[in-house]
């Protein structure tokens, strides 16, 4: 296959590629300040007409892009900058960018870490010093603040959206219950020095943390709740850099870990 962006490369590092949740899109973002939306085309048609069109590029003037992301619906897209207090809500319905100049409650010099929850109902933000900011998809306005010990480095909802996984820094992971926003649980990830990214597993089976020292810990949820210390049910050890990114595919089968620190680094488990 062409690379998916071909008809606009970007002119900075890419940040963000993601594909829509119902249509045949990919989005790309990065710090060229625009993100980019192109039709993925049947396989088949590569050999008719070669490209992948853009369907559209926005660009958002002085805001290198962290991240972002299209919401459940696929209506949306959040962006968040690089060195921003602010983030941009880019709705495809009407082709409007609305800036969020400020989350009333939210007292941060920069948002930039966020997911967005599987039933489309919340979005997380990742403060400084522990605080993390639960904020509804539909208003983006706070609904409230969790704190964990530390400084929170990923968080990851669960399949149902009932429940929040976050990993601090410390290596400490701390499990939220949606509803009431009380911490349920917490656990040590085991041997980790640093905590760097986290996921859990489509049918809520697995949680994987991925550290500084380039080792992810797989482990089975029930045992994440119970446990203070949980053996981890395999410990991957071929990434020679930190982890940065884990993530399951949609049927729990395979595990990908990746290193943003060399290229090439990515492992399928």
Not at 12 to 27: D, I, R
Not at 71 to 92: C, L, R
Not at 106 to 116: K, N, S
Not at 198 to 224: E, F, H, P, W
Request: charge should be positive; charged fraction near 20%.
């Amino acid at each position: 296959c062409l690379p998916a962006n071909q008809e606009r490369f970007a002119n900075g590092k890419l940040v963000t590629v993601q594909f829509h949740p119902s249509a045949q899109v990919v989005m790309t973002a990065g710090h060229d300040r625009s993100v980019s939306l192109f039709q993925v085309k049947n396989f088949k048609l590569y050999y008719v007409n070669g490209l992948n069109p853009r369907i559209q590029s926005i660009y958002l003037e002085s805001f290198p892009i962290y991240k972002a992301c299209f919401s459940v619906d696929g209506e949306q897209v959040i962006a968040t900058g690089t060195h921003h207090k602010m983030f941009f809500v880019y709705d495809m319905m009407n082709g409007s960018i609305i800036p969020m100049e400020k989350v009333r409650g939210v007292e941060e010099r920069f948002l930039r870490d966020f997911e967005i929850s599987p039933d489309g109902s919340f979005m997380l933000v990742t403060g400084t010093s522990g605080y993390l900011y639960l904020l509804s998809m539909k208003t983006k306005e706070l609904i409230s603040t969790m704190k964990v010990n530390g400084r929170c480095t990923a968080s990851a909802f669960t399949p149902d959206s009932s429940k929040i996984y976050s990993y601090s820094k410390e290596g400490e992971v701390f499990i939220w219950d949606v509803r009431s926003r009380k911490c349920l649980h917490k656990f040590e990830d085991e041997g980790s020095l640093e905590g760097k990214c986290i996921a859990v597993s489509k049918n809520n089976q697995y949680v994987a943390c991925g550290s500084a020292s380039g080792v992810v810990n797989l482990y089975t949820t029930d045992v994440c709740l119970k446990e203070n210390r949980p053996k981890p049910v395999k410990a991957i050890m071929n990434l020679v850099t930190s982890a940065t990114c884990v993530t399951f595919n949609p049927t729990t089968e395979i595990l990908a870990v990746a290193s943003r620190e060399t290229d090439e680094a990515v492992k399928l488990v």
